[in-house]
């Protein structure tokens, strides 16, 4: 009966930490309302992971304690001894997540509800203190318990998991927004008209570009490097291709742009839509285990207008390729593929085939281009050769369709230093490491380069071809870096034994900029959200109020400058 009422303790504990990460996922989702429909399936869930692995190790914790102990316990099914440690290790646990999660994802988060859940954190540091203090005084005044002490610890919990809940509310009604297709009327741009051209990179690190550049090994780059303009991006958290790529094509932050995430999650049971995750708390476990129901956002998601929207809407031509929430494709005033064409299969009921790319007349050209390219880039798991594979398929239909169409400002997105990076980071990087054989780094050594050497040829290929008033652009949103030593170990405890590259601590992003009108030089850090208001600025429009970006004129020449004042408009949302 002893260790049942050391595992009826351990049950307590694990619950309750079950329901601090409960209330921590409602803090981060303010739209999801306390109603018992939607909260009761998402606690359930909470608990079948957290809860119940939870309870596994506080239980082998008493068990060892009660093995190695000179004097062993017998505790009560409810000990006030147990419970007193138990309840102040989750507490203070819970308080540094609200505190971590708070300082990360705040630019995720809308200010009233980042105020809220500042108050819910500061409550919870209180009530774990509280609770420490109730275990120190027992285990140094009194072993046995008492009604006081009792009364005392459950008045702790308690306001513990009802403070927070209490400053996080009932739920932030979120105002229904939406805004009207402006395509305008298809116009060939003159001779005399400047093309923007933006290659967006998943995963790309001027840390890794600079000195291969200087080495030759990135001739291309190395030119932008020299002779262009370079500075670093912040990014944000979560580092996600969604969120980031909604950030850098609107201009705008996540409480703004409304994608805090590249999916949406849904427990097993119930309606509850979460849309963030908390961090630094193995919460993707529960998508791993299948605890929550991925839902991947499509472009019907973002709740402010991308810059090809806005362009479309003032009647300059746009193409638009392999962009994160562009699927299903939307009408523009050019052309658009979105991120889904290599999924593309020649089976008669394909249903991603119909909603891939606008307009209607360039599908089966995207269509055959996307079948041609299926056998190289097959299916998961993703390879270095089918990433490159994919990448080339989204470089042959941007000048394909550019051919024919020639939009004046062309973003086109390569994803396959992502998947790269992660897989082949530690052989790039092999001191970083210290664990790869020389015969790991003769075989994989140059894939990562490799992978950059392609992306290499393209960025050469588009400067060989730019107009005199052309502006080119090459945009990171987020670099990678080397997983950290305890990370590698969880990521072979989960089944992921070759992850060595990461970009879960936001590493800096970049732009290069390369044109006639540009200034050499390495200049201040800048922010992905500056994309937009910058590609506006040079094409003589005016940049929205509402934007959390600037335009970085100072990567142009004076003469640019001097004849190209900056001008203002209050929004372009409808």
Known sequence: MRYLRMLSNSVVGGTLVAAYVTILILQLNPHLALHPADLAPLAATVWLFYGVNLTVLFYALIVIRQLVARSPMSPGWLSLRLLAWLSAA????????????????QPALEAEAARRMT??????????????TI??????????????????????????VGLPLVARGVGIDRPLESSRLDVGSWMPTSDASPHVMVVLLDGASLEFISPAAADGSLPNFGRLLDTGASFHLATLRPTQPGPVWAAVATGKYPPQHGIQSTSTYRP??????????????????????????????????LRARPLWNILSGVGVSVGVV????T?????????LVSDQLHLLTDSPIDTVAADVAYPADVLPLVRRA?????????VEPVTASSSVARDELYDDVTAMLQGRLDAQVVAVRFQGLDPIGHRFLRYAMPRAFGDVSEDEERQFGQVLEDSYRSIDDRIGVLM???GPEDLLLIVSGFGMEPVALGSRLLARAFGDPDLSGTHERAPDGFMLAYGANVQAGRLARGSIVDVVPTVLYVLGLPVGRDLDGVPRTDMFSDTFTAARPITFIPTYER
Do not use: D, K
């Not at 996307?370 to 097959?378: D, F, K, N, R, S």
């Open 90 to 105: 989750a507490a203070m646990g819970a308080s540094g997540l609200m505190w971590l999660n708070l300082r990360g994802l």
């Open 119 to 132: 108050v819910g954190a500061v409550a919870t540091s209180l009530c774990a203190l509280s609770l420490l």
């Open 135 to 160: 275990a120190v005084v027992h285990y140094s005044f009194g072993r046995r318990g008492s009604r006081v002490g009792g009364a005392l610890l459950a008045l702790a919990v308690a306001a513990s």
């Open 268 to 301: 097993l049971a119930g309606q509850a839509v979460i849309e963030l995750l908390p961090q630094r708390s193995f919460a993707q476990g529960l998508v791993r285990l299948g605890f929550l129901t991925e839902v991947p956002n499509t472009s019907g998601a």
């Open 322 to 325: 392999g962009m994160p929430l």
């Open 327 to 335: 699927h299903p494709a939307q009408p523009v005033h050019g052309y």
């Open 370 to 378: 996307a079948l041609q390219a299926a056998e190289a880039i097959g």
């Open 464 to 466: 060989a071809s730019q």
